[in-house]
Every structure is written in structure tokens, then in C-alpha cells.
């Protein structure tokens, strides 16, 4: 069975400063890790995705990603965030089998202050 | 491309009440998705289906039943509405074979529905 574990609930940070959204997963199959962002009010859109290759992984809005096989780790990071990036953020491993089914981590809320 | 549609965008039910929430995509995807989402708990799966006259049960089903009739619609329908199934609903599409190995799913904005 896979599951995700998001280690913080809420993340507040100032404007300009860097941050770290911290995820940990279980898989017993090949591992493809996503984190998607949900601006107020939205749906979910896909901020960056780890399939294979480079374990730095590069998405929009200037957010990256590490995959560490050895810590079962996908934590996002963005050097210097903007009052646009508050948002809630959830990791999710994939299932790449039959219907590639998605299970998320509880989410992690960051708020950017001024 | 209007993309993944849900409707109506927010409901309030009396208890016992029943409702049906629609789910239309445009991008010829095979794969649709029910999610729920609830604080503290992320998204979980209801019901999912792999193509046209195909569901299946997700992580959290009880309560709900899904059709897809129509490759482009995916309808959950809640027959005797509970206050435990006051919630935001997304529904997503995939396609079956990934583009460019995206496995990416394409969200709808969502249904908050609140059952009194």
C-alpha cells in the first residue's frame, strides 16, 4: 500500500524568504511523486512531478523538488517565495498501474506574510 | 478547451436529502476521478472509472454512487445525504496512456456542498 505523509499542517514564512514543504512517502512499487498547489477558491494544478531521472526535479513558478530514494523523501523548496504562492500544497505518490490512481498527503498551508 | 467542469459549483442539503454533482471534461481522457477533501485530511478517492459504462470503488465509496454513461461525464450522486458528507468535491481526468509520460490528472474547480 502507498501512503504520504506531509510533516507540517502550516508553514508561515515572510515575503522573500525561502522555504521547505516537507513530504515522506511509502510505496512497494515504482515511485512517482507529485506535488500540486490549490490557490483559494481553486481546483489543484500540478507544480511539478519526479518519474525517473534527476532526483531535481523542476517546476513552475520558480518551486523544486528533491527525490531521496534512501529517506523516502520529495520535499519542495522555493528559494525566495511571493504573497501569490500562498496556497495549500499536497504531495501524492501514483500509482502507475491500472487506473493510476493518486493517494495525497493531508496537505500543507502556507502563508506568506508581509 | 473549457478543460474539467463540475456543477454546481455549491449546494446546501437537508439530511436524507439525495443530489447528483456532474462532471464534464473535453479532453477525450479515459480515466475519471471523485475525490473529497476534508481539513486535516488531504484528498481521498470515491469512485473512480477507467472508461465509458466502467466504475469502480475508491478509498471512501459508502454513501455514493457514480455512472459514466457518456466518456466526457462523470456523475456522483448521493442517495440519502449525510451531515457527514458535507465536504469539497473535485473531479479529475486522465488519459489512459500518458502524454509525453505526464501521468498528470486535470482537476475541476470543485463542489462545496453542505448537508444540514
Known amino acids: 500500500a502507498q501512503s504520504v505523509t506531509q510533516l507540517d499542517s502550516q508553514v508561515p514564512v515572510f515575503e522573500e524568504a525561502p522555504v521547505e514543504l516537507r513530504c515522506n512517502y511509502s510505496?512497494?512499487?515504482?515511485?512517482?511523486l507529485f506535488w500540486y498547489v490549490q490557490y483559494p477558491n481553486q481546483g489543484l494544478q500540478l507544480l511539478l512531478k519526479?518519474?525517473?531521472?534527476?532526483?531535481l526535479v523542476k517546476g513552475i513558478n520558480g518551486f523544486e523538488a528533491e527525490f531521496n530514494k534512501s529517506q523516502t523523501s520529495f520535499h519542495l523548496r522555493k528559494p525566495s517565495v511571493h504573497i501569490s504562492d500562498t496556497a495549500e500544497y499536497f504531495c501524492?505518490?501514483?500509482?502507475?498501474?491500472?487506473?493510476?490512481?493518486?493517494?495525497f498527503g493531508q496537505g500543507t498551508r502556507l502563508t506568506i506574510n508581509p | 478547451n473549457a478543460g474539467v467542469t463540475q456543477t454546481p459549483k455549491f449546494r446546501v442539503l437537508k439530511t436524507g436529502q439525495s443530489m447528483t454533482l456532474l462532471c464534464a471534461q473535453d479532453?477525450?481522457?479515459?480515466?475519471m476521478y471523485w475525490y473529497r477533501q476534508d481539513p486535516g485530511m488531504g484528498l481521498r478517492l470515491i469512485h473512480y472509472?477507467?472508461?465509458?459504462?466502467?466504475?469502480a470503488k475508491g478509498e471512501v465509496p459508502d454513501g455514493y454512487n457514480v455512472s459514466r454513461l457518456k466518456k466526457q461525464n462523470f456523475l456522483l450522486g448521493l442517495e440519502s445525504a449525510a451531515p457527514s458528507q458535507t465536504s469539497v468535491y473535485f473531479c479529475?481526468?486522465?488519459?489512459?496512456?500518458?502524454?509525453?509520460?505526464?501521468?498528470?490528472?486535470?482537476f475541476g474547480p470543485g463542489t462545496r456542498l453542505t448537508v444540514t
Open positions: 479529475a481526468s486522465s488519459f489512459d496512456v500518458p502524454r509525453k509520460n505526464s501521468y498528470e490528472q486535470y
Open positions: 510505496s512497494s512499487v515504482s515511485v512517482y
Open positions: 501524492a505518490v501514483l500509482d502507475p498501474q491500472g487506473a493510476q490512481k493518486l493517494v
Open positions: 479532453m477525450n481522457h479515459e480515466y
Open positions: 472509472s477507467v472508461g465509458e459504462g466502467t466504475t
Open positions: 519526479y518519474l525517473s531521472g534527476s532526483t
